[in-house]
């Protein structure tokens, strides 16, 4: 049960990702790099990644680390340790494309894990094979088990907006947060052992401006918004097409960014090289994901999707392309 007293915000921001559109770009991960990570501890901060799913993700194993609720109490999860972010190393390319050695970093042996460290590897067997890019960052969750764990009462529910913030002047780096977040998604900060996160770009938000990961998007996969404004795409997306769904919601946090699943991918091919019926992607992997809800999400996107290419008009598909960029982002604030 929660017991710790926490600020109910008026509104809550919330971010989409559509899983259809990422092409895995990174641009995302180096927009947040290049705008909020400048300082020292700056290699070891990954506010935001994007790893290939299925895959060890980043940090290496985060799904197994524990934390989140279960049966509405905290869960004291494990801290990744250091070889699950990866240290930072050179790359051998001289030896791994020239002389045919195997390890990638000089000297060796190599590090087994860093961000991005699986990429398009994925599952099952050629011509089956399959996998999807999953962009990750805080999910400003509304039930968050960073705040609830923190000793020092460092981490704040943000009234205005509900994003989730660290007051470093506050952090002690006991590490709390890291081991209550179900996400990764709080660490320590190598440089100066503080918690750190994803800050939900709250000064561009303050201003009406979309957050630096939405807007950079080179695959425009991502939408951001106030779930209470009837117009904005997230609501649309969230509340009444149901599409867009929390990454582990059995995690007990009640995550704020919401995931539209992969509906279109290819299909699996018989021993004759012919496509069935039957998507690469197993339904099994999504609902692990997703949760059971992902079936009907599935269903709607693709129906919906038979009626655009048909001529016929569809509200999902519309909002999901986002004709026009302002469409996908947040209103400025009045
Ligand atoms: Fe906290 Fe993790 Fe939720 Fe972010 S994702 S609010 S760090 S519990
Ligand atoms: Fe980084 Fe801002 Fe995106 Fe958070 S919302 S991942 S701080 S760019
Ligand atoms: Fe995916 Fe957009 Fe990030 Fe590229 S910038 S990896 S398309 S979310």
């Known amino acids: 049960m929660t017991t710790k007293a926490m600020a109910v915000p008026t509104r809550q921001i919330a971010f989409v990702v559509d899983l259809n559109k990422c092409i895995g770009c990174q641009t995302c991960t180096v927009a947040c790099k290049r705008l909020w990570t400048g300082h020292p501890g700056q290699a070891f901060m990954y506010w935001r990644n994007v790893e290939t799913a299925p895959g060890q993700g980043y940090p290496r194993n985060w799904t197994a680390k524990g934390g989140g609720y279960k049966d509405g109490e905290l869960q004291k999860g494990k801290r990744p340790g250091g070889a699950d972010y990866g240290v930072p190393f050179d790359f051998d390319y001289e030896g791994r494309l020239f002389q045919g050695k195997a390890?990638?970093?000089?000297?060796?042996?190599?590090?087994?894990?860093?961000?991005?460290?699986?990429?398009?590897?994925?599952?099952?067997?050629?011509?089956?094979?399959?996998?999807?890019?999953?962009?990750?960052?805080?999910?400003?969750?509304?039930?968050?088990?960073c705040l609830e764990s923190c000793p020092n009462d460092a981490i704040y529910r943000r009234v205005q907006d509900g994003i989730n913030v660290i007051n470093l002047d506050k952090c002690k780096g006991t590490g709390s947060c890291v081991e209550a977040c179900p996400y990764g998604k709080s660490f320590l900060n190598m440089a100066d052992l503080k918690g750190n996160k994803c800050i939900g770009c709250y000064p561009r938000i303050e201003k009406g401006v979309a957050s630096a990961c939405v807007a950079q998007c080179a695959g425009r996969a991502m939408h951001v918004g106030f779930l209470d404004d009837m117009n904005s795409s997230v609501h649309k997306l969230v509340n009444v097409f149901k599409v867009a769904l929390p990454l582990y919601p059995e995690f007990g946090t009640k995550p704020n960014v919401?995931?539209?699943?992969?509906?279109?991918?290819?299909?699996v091919e018989d021993a004759q090289g012919n496509p069935t019926n039957q998507a690469k992607i197993?339904?099994?992997?999504?609902e692990q994901l997703f949760g059971r809800e992902v079936g009907s999400a599935l269903a709607l996107l693709r129906s919906e999707r038979s009626r655009k290419m048909s001529g016929m008009p569809s509200d999902v598909m519309d909002t999901m392309i986002g004709a026009r960029s302002a469409d996908m982002m947040i209103s400025p604030l009045t």
């Open 282 to 286: 197993p339904l099994a992997y999504l």
């Open 258 to 267: 919401f995931y539209i699943p992969p509906a279109f991918g290819p299909m």
């Open 103 to 145: 390890d990638r970093a000089r000297p060796s042996p190599a590090p087994h894990s860093a961000p991005n460290w699986d990429e398009e590897q994925g599952a099952g067997e050629y011509p089956n094979n399959h996998y999807f890019f999953l962009p990750r960052m805080c999910n400003h969750c509304s039930q968050p088990a």
